[in-house]
C-alpha cells in the first residue's frame, strides 16, 4: 500500500465545507483511495473511495489530482457530528485482494458552532 | 439493526486469564476482519475470513490469540493467558467479497482492560 500524510488536525465552522487534503505521491496506477471516518468510541465508517474520477455519493465528496498524488475529501456542509478522526488509504482494490486496510494516524477534524 | 455486533462491549480482566470476544457480521457478508487498536493509533489488523476459512494472519497475533468463525456466520476472537499489552479496542468489520472488500461495516468494539 501506498504511504499517506494527512495533516493531523484541522477545524472547521458549522455549516462551511470541511475540505480534508491526503498526501499519497507513490501510489500505484491499480491503487485506490478509501476514506473512512471514526467518531469518538465508535467503530470506524466507510465514506467514499475513488481510483481517478472524482467521486460524489450524499456522504461526501472526493477530489483526486490528475497526477493521482494527492487527494481531498470534502463534507460540504459540515455539521458538529462530523466531527472525528478521518483516515485516508491508499491500496490496491482489485484482483485477488482481501480487504487489509491499513490506517495511519488520520486527521482529527473539529467542527465548531 | 442489522448492522455489525460485538460482545461484550467492555471486558476487565486479570492478567494471566483467557477471555473470549464475540463478532456478528451483516448477514449477507462473506468477510469478516478483526482489528486492534490502542488509545491515540489508527486500527491495526489482526486476522479476515472468508467464509469460515481464515486467510490471512498479522504478525501482531501472537500464538495467544486464536480466531474462529464456524459455519462462516459469526466469529470469536480469544486471548489466552492475558497480558497488560493486550489492552485495546478489538474491532470487528464485514464486507462483501472482491473489490468491495474495502468497504467494511464495523462494530462498536469490545473495550479490553487488563489489570
Known amino acids: 500500500d501506498a504511504k499517506t500524510t494527512q495533516p493531523p488536525s484541522m477545524d472547521c465552522a458549522e455549516g462551511r465545507a470541511a475540505n480534508l487534503p491526503c498526501n499519497h505521491s507513490?501510489?500505484?496506477?491499480?491503487?485506490?483511495v478509501y476514506w473512512y471516518r471514526q467518531i469518538h468510541s465508535q467503530g470506524p465508517q466507510y465514506i467514499i473511495h475513488?481510483?481517478?474520477n472524482n467521486e460524489t455519493n450524499e456522504m461526501a465528496s472526493l477530489i483526486i489530482t490528475e497526477d493521482r498524488k494527492s487527494s481531498t475529501l470534502i463534507l460540504p456542509h459540515a455539521t458538529l457530528r462530523d466531527t472525528a478522526v478521518y483516515y485516508c488509504?491508499?491500496?490496491?482494490?482489485?484482483?485477488?485482494?482481501?480487504?487489509?486496510?491499513?490506517f495511519g494516524q488520520g486527521t482529527i477534524l473539529t467542527v465548531h458552532p | 439493526d442489522t448492522g455489525v455486533s460485538q460482545n461484550p462491549r467492555h471486558k476487565i480482566t486479570k492478567r494471566g486469564q483467557n477471555v473470549t470476544f464475540r463478532c456478528d457480521p451483516i448477514?449477507?457478508?462473506?468477510?469478516l476482519y478483526w482489528y486492534r487498536q490502542t488509545l491515540g493509533q489508527g486500527p491495526e489488523f489482526l486476522t479476515y475470513?472468508?467464509?469460515?476459512?481464515?486467510?490471512?494472519k498479522s504478525r501482531l497475533l501472537s500464538d495467544r490469540f486464536s480466531a474462529e468463525r464456524p459455519k462462516g456466520s459469526f466469529s470469536t476472537l480469544e486471548i489466552q493467558r492475558t497480558e497488560q499489552g493486550d489492552s485495546a479496542m478489538y474491532l470487528c468489520?464485514?464486507?462483501?467479497?472482491?473489490?468491495?472488500?474495502?468497504?467494511?461495516?464495523f462494530g462498536p468494539g469490545t473495550r479490553l482492560t487488563v489489570t
Open positions: 507513490t501510489i500505484s496506477g491499480n491503487e485506490y
Open positions: 468489520a464485514s464486507s462483501l467479497g472482491g473489490v468491495r472488500s474495502y468497504e467494511q461495516y
Open positions: 448477514s449477507e457478508h462473506n468477510r
Open positions: 475470513f472468508q467464509n469460515e476459512a481464515q486467510l490471512e
Open positions: 488509504i491508499a491500496t490496491n482494490a482489485g484482483g485477488t485482494s482481501y480487504g487489509k486496510l491499513t
Open positions: 475513488g481510483l481517478k
